[in-house]
Nanobody, 126 residues
Framework: QVQLVESGGGLVQAGGSLRLSCAASGRTFSNYAMGWFRQAPGKEREFVAR????????TYEASVKGRFTISRDIAKNTLSLQMNSLKPEDTAVYYCAAESVPRPVSYYSESKYDRWGQGTQVTVSS
């Protein structure tokens, strides 16, 4: 199994930056894709970004494209999300997710991923 642990959340002013990390342990060689989702208070969890573990192909949700960068370090089994130009509307709990068993589901869907971290809070003040 794959275990995921996020870190790097915190409080930042609008326009600032944060870098989230997700440490993966277990059978990480079986990962097909990894992603970041977020859930704001009173809202459903939503897709933020994804990357294929092997090829490094990335996809971003429209509102974060150009501001956020997803990356992975295969040697360290770590997934990262660099967040720049943060806005108050980026405030949410951010979750790392992994697809350890291939599923023919859209990368935007939560059901694509079968392993989840516990989440890390990101708060952006105006």
């Amino acid at each position: 199994q794959v275990q995921l642990v996020e870190s790097g959340g915190g409080l930042v002013q609008a326009g600032g930056s944060l870098r989230l990390s997700c440490a993966a342990s277990g059978r990480t060689f079986s990962n097909y894709a990894m992603g970041w989702f977020r859930q704001a208070p009173g809202k459903e969890r939503e897709f933020v970004a994804r990357i294929t573990w092997g090829g490094g192909t990335t996809t971003y949700e429209a509102s974060v494209k150009g501001r956020f960068t997803i990356s992975r370090d295969i040697a360290k089994n770590t997934l990262s999300l660099q967040m720049n130009s943060l806005k108050p509307e980026d405030t949410a709990v951010y979750y790392c997710a992994a697809e350890s068993v291939p599923r023919p589901v859209s990368y935007y869907s939560e059901s694509k991923y079968d392993r989840w971290g516990q989440g890390t809070q990101v708060t952006v003040s105006s």
